[in-house]
């Protein structure tokens, strides 16, 4: 059954790396930037949720045995009753998994909390004199931890959301709360210079992808190491980071080992000046093998997304234009909400390298309105 699992993964990676490089116009429906926003904003009006459903860590549970549970009739559900001042009513469409959700479950919060760190939603109703997001507007946390993501609909205060372009797309926007925030953050620890040479271990992750797409549009070159203990992905995963930005790409057993071609690489490219390394996925000493003497090494895990939140408007802005100009994609696998213990244990396993987005009822209307 696992070996039929992981063999789906190849063949959908696959396709996917195949899409990716004929252009945008063939990649599926489910991560294409289409008019999916434009075709909900038209229907915001005729919007008619009835009471949704809200995942949550229920508190007073030994750690370890935490678990989204559901919690049908949200009080805070869509009525006829307008938001209180300086709050909207959202309808939620998208949320991204990421490991700090599947943290969450071995430290049991002090009181029961929604759940999701990461995800979008269209709002639905504002104040009357609100000059926040008004109805039709999408967005997403201004920080993580502002509101849980798992749910269908809340009233949240506007000092918690920012509002997007109409153009991004939905499964980014859902997903530019952790790995991209996380990525950024690292890149900015090397200040590293455009047409630098920098080397990214564990590209093939999430939190690698986003690097390597942020880096190239720095203007870095970048080394990509990726693991390669399935050597059937291998290929597909390194064509994947290639499309992606990457200048070359190494298997971190050539890394690791000494006279692997590794040499040959460095002389013709020369050493990197710094280097990241994305998550757990590969070992640090084959990133440093490739960064000069001297030169900055970055352990980047996706807990950067919650650190220093003062450059947050610098980095929301080039996130954003990144994602408008489709050069912030990363590799996803579509669920429904409903499937939210499946999505955690293939994220907490990193089955195929793929980051899980969890659709809403509302979110899947909108895929099949726009496809």
């Excluded at 899409?19 to 005729?46: D, E, F, K």
């Excluded at 931890?145 to 372009?165: K, M, N, Q, W």
């Excluded at 926007?173 to 953050?185: D, K, N």
Aim: net charge positive; charged share 20%; hydrophobic share 40%.
């Amino acid at each position: 059954k696992g070996l039929r699992a992981r063999t789906g993964e190849r063949r959908d990676l696959r396709a996917w790396v195949k899409m990716q490089a004929v252009g945008m116009r063939c990649i599926p429906r489910w991560v294409r930037p289409a008019s999916s926003w434009n075709v909900l904003r038209r229907g915001a009006a005729s919007s008619s949720l009835s009471h949704g459903v809200s995942y949550v860590y229920p508190s007073g549970k030994s750690a370890g045995q935490l678990a989204p549970v559901p919690v049908v009739g949200d009080s805070s559900g869509p009525s006829d009753a307008p938001p209180a001042q300086g709050s909207v009513k959202v309808a939620f469409l998208a949320a991204g998994v990421s490991s700090l959700d599947i943290s969450m479950l071995a430290k049991p919060p002090k009181s029961e909390q929604v759940a999701g760190l990461e995800g979008v939603a269209k709002v639905i109703a504002s104040a009357s004199s609100a000059s926040g997001p008004q109805p039709g507007t999408f967005v997403v946390p201004r920080r993580i931890g502002a509101f849980g993501t798992f749910r269908e609909h809340a009233e949240l205060s506007v000092d918690d959301v920012i509002a997007l372009p109409d153009d991004v797309p939905v499964e980014t926007a859902a997903t530019l709360g952790i790995a991209p925030r996380s990525a950024w953050a690292a890149l900015e620890q090397l200040k590293a210079p455009a047409g630098s040479l920098i080397a990214i271990g564990g590209a093939e992750t999430p939190l690698g992808q986003a690097a390597v797409q942020i880096a190239s549009s720095r203007g870095l070159r970048v080394i990509a190491v990726l693991n390669d203990k399935d050597a059937e992905s291998w290929k597909p995963l390194s064509q994947l980071v290639k499309i992606l930005g990457a200048e070359c790409v190494l298997p971190e057993s050539s890394a690791l080992k000494p006279g692997s071609g590794v040499s040959a690489v460095l002389s013709d490219l020369g050493k990197a000046a710094a280097g990241i390394v994305c998550g757990k996925t590969v070992h640090a000493a084959g990133v440093k093998k490739l960064v000069k003497n001297g030169g900055n090494v970055v352990s980047a895990t996706e807990d950067l997304a919650t650190k220093d939140t003062s450059s947050d408007t610098r980095m929301f802005e080039e996130l954003v234009s990144l994602a408008v100009a489709g050069k912030l994609r990363l590799w996803l696998r579509k669920m429904k909400l409903s499937e939210i213990g499946t999505a955690f244990e293939q994220t907490r396993n990193c089955v195929g390298d793929r980051k899980v987005v969890l659709f809403t009822k509302e979110g899947e209307r909108m895929l099949q309105s726009s496809a």
